[in-house]
């Protein structure tokens, strides 16, 4: 991977020529200290792709990255431009990508280390990016990455759900959650799902068979024998979850590094692994309408710290995006 970061210069009101716009951070800090920067753009290493970046998204790991409680796992390097998911049009490769060229719309993961993604521009490794198939909507394909690739790696790649299997997902209604609910339905599995009984309708239209209101339900009086938990919020709700699931069975989570197994439930940490093939098929999967790409509100570069904010809040179905550029025509 190139070592190439962008150097902020000045704030946007006074833009010089030819500079890009980004979101930047200059040290571990809050979001409201998030600025909107013109940088100097960077030129792609041999193995990297320049995008104009069309679509990014927002994903709980960037308020962690800010915040710096990830700076022993994804050490950041000052100034720093957010966003780790990102689809756009090819404008420049590096001299030995031979897989794209200018022209191609493409989406993908960037290292959280590098970050890169709230930009105009982004400077991307090329094996971390796939073609958006044709007639996906950036917007959508930029929604993929984390939310969807954590889901199925958690999902596949761990827990191994296999039809008949009963599956809880907790914190349903965000933008993992979403994803799971749909990639355990494909897999012939029973879902039940924890969210606030305003997402139930919508959890429900997804494919899961039984949604609890974790506000006015205690979820351990209504599930027995978990084949899978899928813990997004850590915890008490983790803490508890153990004893719902039954022997031989097993507890992912996405909040705790350090879980490991309790008796004779596994116990499993899901590390998303950028994987271009794997995104390359689940984007396949939203094409031929098997996997539905929920978001919840869509903003402008401009407007990228709102989208940030929202995030924070902690009430949103499904997944926030950020619109930076026009789609190419006829894609």
Not at 153 to 172: E, N, P
């Amino acid at each position: 991977m190139g070592e190439i970061y962008y150097r902020p210069l000045f704030l946007i009101h006074e833009p010089p020529v030819n500079s890009m716009k980004a979101l930047c951070i200059n040290q571990y800090d809050s979001i409201y200290n998030a600025a909107l920067l013109a940088c100097e753009p960077a030129v792609p290493g041999p193995d990297e792709v320049l995008l104009r970046v069309v679509a990014a998204s927002i994903n709980p790991l960037d308020l962690k990255l800010i915040s710096g409680r990830m700076s022993a796992i994804f050490p950041l390097k000052f100034p720093y431009i957010l966003g780790t998911d990102v689809a756009g049009v090819v404008e420049a490769v590096g001299n030995s990508v031979q897989r794209f060229k200018p022209g191609d719309n493409l989406f993908g993961r960037m290292d959280p280390r590098r970050g890169g993604a709230l930009a105009d521009h982004a400077v991307v490794p090329a094996h971390h990016l796939s073609p958006i198939p044709e007639g996906l909507d950036a917007g959508l394909a930029a929604a993929l990455p984390t939310a969807a690739g954590t889901a199925w790696q958690a999902l596949h790649d761990i827990a191994r759900v296999r039809t008949g299997h009963r599956v809880l997902i907790h914190a349903a209604s965000g933008g993992v959650g979403t994803f799971a609910i749909q990639i355990a339905k494909l897999a012939g599995a029973t879902v039940i799902a924890t969210a606030s009984e305003k997402n139930h309708a919508l959890l429900k239209n997804l494919g899961a068979d039984e949604v609890i209101d974790y506000r006015q339900e205690d979820f351990t009086r209504c599930v027995k024998d978990a084949d899978i938990v899928l813990d997004l919020i850590g915890g008490d709700t983790l803490r508890r979850s153990w004893g719902i699931i039954r022997p031989g069975g097993i507890l992912v989570t996405s909040i705790d590094r350090a879980l490991t197994n309790n008796g004779a439930v596994r116990g499993a940490f899901v590390q998303l692994t950028t994987n271009a093939a794997l995104l390359q098929n689940i984007a396949l999967l939203v094409c031929a309408g098997k996997l539905r790409v929920i978001t919840d509100t869509s903003y402008s570069l401009e407007q990228a710290r709102n989208a940030l904010e929202q995030v924070a809040s902690g009430h949103v179905a499904g997944k926030v995006l950020v619109r930076v550029s026009p789609q190419p025509a006829g894609h």
